[in-house]
């Protein structure tokens, strides 16, 4: 139940609400329109009404009322959109419902930053819940707030005595105060009838990134869909807006900011609301979690898109205005952004190379027969030192298993372990290392990118299965699947594929097509033929396993069989960017196109 005061036949509603507070913009407007009272009246002083009027229908423009006060100070009241006074006054506007403004004007109010429960309970427990739960609290006064406190019951009563249903809008803090002086004789207060000087700005760009009570991200999705049943609720919006930063900064970047990077983020706001009694996180924690758990380009990309209000305009209709939170006398917080240096441009002439074009769409794709097939050399390259560094790889994991570490007592061993000393320092002991060597090394390397899983359908993404063998010792034999060579084609004699798998083994000119093989028809799917291939075919102890998912019991049984090992490492531990130049491979029609096929692949 939302607070009344009953004066003779009039009533008297309180819409209590919390200033510049996005849930109580949307509640307020919902209230006045099912109330449909006769009378509005907010918590702005009469001497500010004009120019406060004319910044209402000014928006979605932003507009600032300004005055001086006595003592030289200047004072800045904000018009925007999610201001719960400025929505009511809009509101009763669009409905052509009389509204009044009941505040004392007043020199040196100051006021204070009260404690309120977090707005975010609003779109949970709902508007009325909230302040029934809300004006429980004492709140700490200003000295001045019994003065105003009064001159609004005052004219409360006088507007009860010429409206059967008023609504009030202010304050929070002030409703109880001015419940209970309804119930007594007020005389009439001394108020001042007009103030010189008070000027309407338009706020400028650049500051309404920075002083707006909700950041510009809110306020205009708010504009947009005020009026409508759209619900306002600040994680939605929150999520609304980081797949936006998201898009952004991939776009710009050529980076990607993963689900489980995201997961992170969402997490690390969650705690730190929490941790400072919030319910839900504000953008300043957002941008620091997002620093964290990506850069400063992407919190940087946040803020951009957090910070940008839509309905602003280069040539208003009003003299613009530039303020700080430091004008407004609001806390605030400041963050920097070390963004990663882009490299000047400067003018200067560079030759171009003009890469080849066909005479007529497609003539390449026609002319392909992939009778005669190779490899791209460079390309080689790349897969095979990939494959020696997985190699190595899994053999200093296998090392670091089978190291010992143990309390010095007679012997050094291989040396001092500084890791275990520091960790036990409170024992006051040395720690040594014992270095056991790795009986064995890698035969073959398997890497799977995709498990291709057949859909509703059959068709799989990667069709094209193929074993070929090394052109020289340095090479190894291979056996993939990956998309169709001739499906994409770059150049004459050139297609460019993907693999979704592939398995390499040394020594080369060994191996028999593992897909026509009899052998390894009990594989259940390509990746797992592909790993019992590279078992089979490995004259060594180890296989090296690289895939999302680990190696099946099959495959295991498998190698134990053949007194083997398989070592998995999961695809996660690889760079993205690594994975993705080893994935894409191209096809040359014959070994002559390698003469020219680097004018077409390098720079694609």
């Not at 009325?128 to 000295?143: F, T, V």
């Not at 009838?193 to 510009?216: Q, T, W």
């Not at 003018?347 to 027969?369: F, H, M, T, Y």
């Amino acid at each position: 139940m939302l607070p009344k005061a009953k004066i003779g036949t009039s009533e008297i509603i309180f819409l209590p609400v919390i200033h510049g507070r996005l849930e109580f913009a949307a509640a307020v407007r919902e209230r006045i329109i099912s109330l449909a009272p006769e009378a509005i009246a907010v918590e702005y002083p009469p001497t500010l009404k004009e120019k406060i009027l004319r910044g209402v229908r000014r928006l979605p423009l932003l507009s600032v009322v300004s005055y001086r006060e006595k003592d030289g100070s200047q004072v800045y009241l904000l018009i925007e959109p999610v201001e719960p006074l400025v929505e009511a006054i809009r509101t009763a506007e669009e409905l052509g419902i009389k509204v009044y403004f009941v505040d004392l004007d007043i020199e040196g109010y100051q006021g204070r930053e009260e404690k309120f429960p977090d707005t975010y309970a609003i779109s949970r427990i709902g508007y009325e819940n909230y302040i029934n739960e809300a004006l429980k609290i004492d709140y700490p006064k200003d000295p001045l707030d019994e003065h105003r406190e009064r001159t609004i019951a005052f004219h409360l009563k006088g507007l009860a005595g010429k409206y059967r249903r008023v609504v009030f809008v202010g304050g929070l803090a002030h409703v109880s105060a001015i419940n209970t002086y309804l119930s007594q004789d007020l005389p009439q207060p001394f108020t001042r009838k007009k103030r010189e000087g008070v000027a309407l700005f338009h706020l400028d760009i650049l500051s309404s990134r920075e002083v707006l009570s909700e950041i510009g991200f809110f306020q205009g999705v708010y504009e947009k869909k005020r009026g409508t049943t759209f619900s306002f609720d600040r994680l939605a919006l929150f999520d609304l807006l980081l797949r936006e930063a998201i898009e952004s900064y991939e776009q710009k970047n050529r980076d990607e900011i993963s689900p489980r990077a995201l997961k992170i983020l969402k997490q690390f706001v969650r705690n730190y609301a929490l941790i400072e009694g919030r319910l839900a996180p504000d953008f300043y924690q957002l941008l620091v979690a997002a620093r964290g758990v990506a850069n400063d380009d992407f919190a940087w990309e946040l803020w951009e898109k957090g910070t940008y209000y839509p309905f602003q305009t280069e040539t208003p209709d009003l003299a613009p205005i530039s303020l700080s939170l430091e004008d407004l006398l609001k806390p605030h917080k400041k963050i920097k952004f070390f963004r990663k240096a882009k490299p000047l441009r400067r003018k200067r002439l560079i030759p171009i190379r003009k890469k080849p074009v066909e005479k007529r769409p497609g003539e390449w794709k026609k002319a392909w027969k992939g009778t005669n097939i190779c490899s791209f050399p460079p390309e080689d390259l790349i897969v095979e030192g990939f494959g020696r560094q997985v190699m190595k790889k899994a053999l200093r994991i296998l090392a670091e298993d089978l190291r010992r570490v143990e309390p010095f007592c007679a012997s050094l061993k291989d040396g001092i372990d500084l890791r275990e000393t520091i960790r036990h320092w409170y024992e006051g002991r040395i720690y040594v290392r014992e270095e056991r060597p790795v009986a064995g090394k890698v035969g073959s390397v398997v890497v799977i990118f995709d498990e291709d899983e057949p859909d509703a359908y059959g068709r799989e993404r990667y069709p094209w299965k193929l074993t070929w063998h090394g052109e020289h010792d340095q090479e190894s034999d291979m056996a993939f699947y990956a998309t169709r060579a001739g499906e994409v084609v770059v150049g004459p004699g050139i297609s460019r594929c993907h693999y979704g798998g592939f398995m390499l083994t040394y020594p080369p000119m060994r191996v028999y097509d593992i897909w026509e093989d009899p052998l390894f028809d009990f594989a259940r799917n390509k990746p797992e033929r592909l790993l019992l291939a590279g078992i089979d075919y490995s004259l060594e102890k180890y296989i090296v396993y690289i895939a999302k998912k680990p190696p099946s019991s099959l495959a295991k049984r498998f190698a134990a069989h053949q007194g083997k090992k398989v070592i998995y490492l999961p695809l996660g531990q690889f760079s993205p960017t690594l994975l993705k130049k080893i994935q894409t491979f191209h096809v040359l029609e014959g070994h002559h196109v390698r003469l020219y096929a680097h004018k077409y692949i390098n720079g694609e």
